[in-house]
Structure formats: structure tokens, C-alpha cells
T-cell receptor
Framework: KAGVTQTPRYLIKTRGQQVTLSCSPI?????VSWYQQTPGQGLQFLFE???????NKGNFPGRFSGRQFSNSRSEMNVSTLELGDSALYLC????????????FGPGTRLTVT | QKEVEQNSGPLSVPEGAIASLNCTYS??????FFWYRQYSGKSPELIMS????GDKEDGRFTAQLNKASQYVSLLIRDSQPSDSATYLC?????????????FGTGTRLQVFP
């Protein structure tokens, strides 16, 4: 089976812009979770989608949003980018909702200047 | 107190030795525990999951869980230089974060020839 794919792999944006990141889960997986990874804070949970519904949300401002499509692909959007949003954004898929074994994609490295 | 704590390391072990990585968690009712390996510049890769007290072995890896002590560990036998990476402990199913994976900041392992 193909793994989790994320596009784009690298992105450079300017403060105030918005960005959309995409994630395609492993075939057959219906749950997609998003994480932000920074050197200072480590891996932090953003949100989880299952069957096009957001099941959980982490402690991030409303500028961070996401959605899931009927084919389980997911997108996350960050509006009004800030310098502190520079991070590696990781998506992980799992076959079931909730906590179980999650498999990560390669990530999108976002740099905000 | 952090929800999931790991010693940041680096933990340096010689090739062929046993590497012991430790993790403690604060939420006593946590249910699910995972170990991920992350090479520099790469995304986390799931190594082991463990849900009940005791040991779980998979090849050179053994995960140990002690819920009474709120402690989970990963032993790597016959350590190889290719095991050099950051090992992330993740915990979920607790009182306040039922369906969210909470990650520790990771322990950097260095295996020298």
C-alpha cells in the first residue's frame, strides 16, 4: 500500500498570507490527524477528521482550520500567517477514529518570512 | 508538570549494547502508548504500540508498560548505528485528552561503532 502523502513538501510564505496544505491518507484509512512540529514545542496535535467530521481539536487559534473530503483526503488551512507558524506540519492517518496506530506522512515544511 | 516526559538525551550507547529509553506520563487513566522513531529531517515512524501492563516484544525492540508507576519504556537490543534517531513516546486515552495523542519531546539516541 502507498503511504501517506502530503503536498507541497516545502513552502515559503510571507506574514499575513494564507496557506493550504494537503494530505492523502493510506488507502482505506478514514481518519486523518494533523500535527505541528517545532524545535521548541515538539509535536502538537492540531485536529482530527473522520468521515468528513472534525472529531477533536487541539489548542490552536481559529486561524488554523481543516476539512476532510469524501475520499478521506484532508486539507488544513492557516490564515493570516505569523512568523511563529513556521514549522513542520505532519499529517497522520489511521484506519479507525480516535486513538490507535497512526502513520505519518513526510510533512510539509512551512517557512513564514 | 508536562503530560509526557522524556529525557532529551543524547543517550549514547556502543554498537551491540542495549539502549533503554524511558517515558513517564501524568494522566493515570491513560490507555494507549506508542513509540515512534524520527530520523533527522524525516517524519515519525511507528515502532511499537502497547496497551496493557507488561512487556511486548517485536524483533530487537521491547516495550514495557507499568501503569501503576505511570511509566513506559523501550529497550533496543543489539543497538546499531542505524538506530541513531530521536525516539518519541506518545500517550493517549486519558481523562482530559481521550482521543488525542500527546507526545513527549523525544530522546535522542546515538549508537557509536
Amino acid at each position: 500500500k502507498a503511504g501517506v502523502t502530503q503536498t507541497p513538501r516545502y513552502l515559503i510564505k510571507t506574514r499575513g498570507q494564507q496557506v493550504t496544505l494537503s494530505c492523502s491518507p493510506i488507502s482505506g484509512h478514514r481518519s486523518v490527524s494533523w500535527y505541528q512540529q517545532t524545535p521548541g514545542q515538539g509535536l502538537q496535535f492540531l485536529f482530527e477528521y473522520f468521515s468528513e467530521t472534525q472529531r477533536n481539536k487541539g489548542n490552536f487559534p481559529g486561524r488554523f482550520s481543516g476539512r476532510q473530503f469524501s475520499n478521506s483526503r484532508s486539507e488544513m488551512n492557516v490564515s493570516t500567517l505569523e512568523l511563529g507558524d513556521s514549522a513542520l506540519y505532519l499529517c497522520a492517518s489511521s484506519s479507525l477514529a480516535g486513538v490507535n496506530e497512526q502513520y505519518f506522512g513526510p510533512g510539509t515544511r512551512l517557512t513564514v518570512t | 508538570q508536562k503530560e509526557v516526559e522524556q529525557n532529551s538525551g543524547p543517550l549514547s550507547v556502543p554498537e551491540g549494547a542495549i539502549a533503554s529509553l524511558n517515558c513517564t506520563y501524568s494522566d493515570r487513566v491513560s490507555q494507549s502508548f506508542f513509540w515512534y522513531r524520527q530520523y533527522s529531517g524525516k517524519s515519525p515512524e511507528l515502532i511499537m504500540s502497547i496497551y496493557s501492563n507488561g512487556d511486548k516484544e517485536d524483533g530487537r525492540f521491547t516495550a514495557q508498560l507499568n501503569k501503576a508507576s505511570q511509566y513506559v519504556s523501550l529497550l533496543i537490543r543489539d543497538s546499531q548505528p542505524s538506530d541513531s534517531a530521536t525516539y518519541l513516546c506518545a500517550v493517549a486515552g486519558g481523562s482530559y485528552n481521550t482521543d488525542k495523542l500527546i507526545f513527549g519531546t523525544g530522546t535522542r539516541l546515538q549508537v557509536f561503532p
